[in-house]
């Protein structure tokens, strides 16, 4: 970003209903599952689960203000919402196994003493 252009970076909200135009130009309807990123700017949606920039995005022409429901009836707004847990449960456990000390130390312990 050049030095003096100041830069306001679009932010979508989670569930927002968004239209998202890809490599290609094809526009899919889609929603957000998480809010945008304010470091990386990217913005966190279903369509393929990738985070894409504001450019590729645009707000759905139903969105009406800061509350709507992203799809027309109720169940499919529940529906939204346990796929947000899912993701945010998935981002919250841990990646890597922890080392289960006491079994290998018991085991040294029998090698030690089998002679």
Same mark, same amino acid.
């Given at each position: 970003? =050049?030095?003096? %252009?100041?830069? &306001? ?15 290609? +130009? %094809? ?13 990386? +700017? @990217? ?9 894409? +920039?504001?450019?590729?995005?645009? $707000? ?5 203000? $800061?509350?709507?429901? =992203?799809? &027309? ?11 947000? !847990?899912?993701? !945010?449960?998935?981002? !919250?456990?841990?990646?890597? @196994? =922890? ?12 090698? !030690?003493? &089998?002679?």
């Amino acid at each position: 970003m =050049p030095f003096g %252009i100041t830069y &306001a970076m679009t932010k979508f909200k989670a569930n927002a209903s968004v239209i998202f135009t890809d490599k290609n +130009g %094809i526009k899919i309807d889609t929603f957000v599952i998480f809010d945008t990123d304010e470091v990386t +700017g @990217l913005t966190h949606i279903n369509h393929e689960n990738v985070r894409v +920039g504001e450019e590729s995005l645009l $707000l759905h022409s139903k969105t009406v203000g $800061l509350y709507h429901m =992203p799809l &027309a009836d109720a169940f499919s707004f529940q529906m939204l919402n346990k796929l947000k !847990a899912k993701y !945010a449960k998935i981002d !919250a456990e841990r990646k890597t @196994l =922890p080392i289960k000390t006491e079994r290998q130390n018991s085991l040294m312990y029998l090698l !030690a003493n &089998a002679s």
